[in-house]
């Protein structure tokens, strides 16, 4: 895989991505043929502020991905303050964020999308909270296959402390822990 690396990240993001770009995925590991940009949450605020989830505020990473003159570009953005702020491992940041680009996801329906599968309207936040809750065991479980899970535990554990849904966090730290041969029914392989 190959990343854009925006110039002003730290030097601990560059090592990261450096130990990223020195593991030996697998032949049949997903390629990804797009554009991967890393970059720091200052610098995506410059750049592309209104394309970027207020989710960022909170959060040691996140994956925006949008069409450009016809070319998906995948943002992997960096929090870098919050990541320093509660000693976050930047590798198994950006092996999840790399885990969200290359699994293939549920995407969440929208009314009509939930009528016409007989999904009830009342239960469409439900069914949403659940596809999205596949998508973050997903690319934990990229994190995990190559070697990253206890450091991902880690970073979950301090997250309890950013206010996000303190069930779905522990719900991911279980499954994480789970036995390793689960990881092959969580991780899809394509070429995107």
């Given at each position: 895989?190959?990343?854009?690396i ?6 601990n993001?560059?090592?990261s ?20 940009f ?28 949008f ?10 953005i ?59 065991f ?36 279980i499954?994480?822990?789970n ?14």
């Amino acid at each position: 895989m190959q990343y854009l690396i925006d110039t002003t990240i730290s030097e601990n993001l560059r090592a990261s991505i450096n130990i990223v770009n020195n593991i030996d995925f697998e032949e049949n590991a997903p390629t990804i043929s797009d554009q991967i940009f890393i970059i720091n949450l200052k610098d995506a605020m410059q750049n592309y502020s209104g394309r970027i989830s207020p989710a960022i505020d909170k959060s040691f990473g996140i994956t925006q991905s949008f069409l450009h003159n016809d070319n998906h570009i995948h943002l992997i953005i960096i929090n870098e303050e919050l990541c320093s702020r509660y000693n976050a491992n930047l590798t198994s940041v950006v092996l999840h964020e790399i885990g969200h680009i290359v699994n293939e996801y549920g995407i969440k329906l929208t009314p009509l999308q939930a009528l016409s599968r007989g999904v009830s309207l009342n239960n469409l936040n439900v069914v949403n909270s659940q596809i999205q809750l596949e998508n973050e065991f997903h690319a934990d479980y990229f994190a995990k296959k190559y070697n990253h899970a206890n450091e991902l535990i880690q970073n979950l554990n301090s997250s309890l402390n950013l206010g996000f849904d303190d069930n779905e966090l522990r719900l991911r730290i279980i499954e994480l822990q789970n036995d390793i041969i689960r990881i092959t029914n969580r991780i899809k392989s394509h070429t995107i």
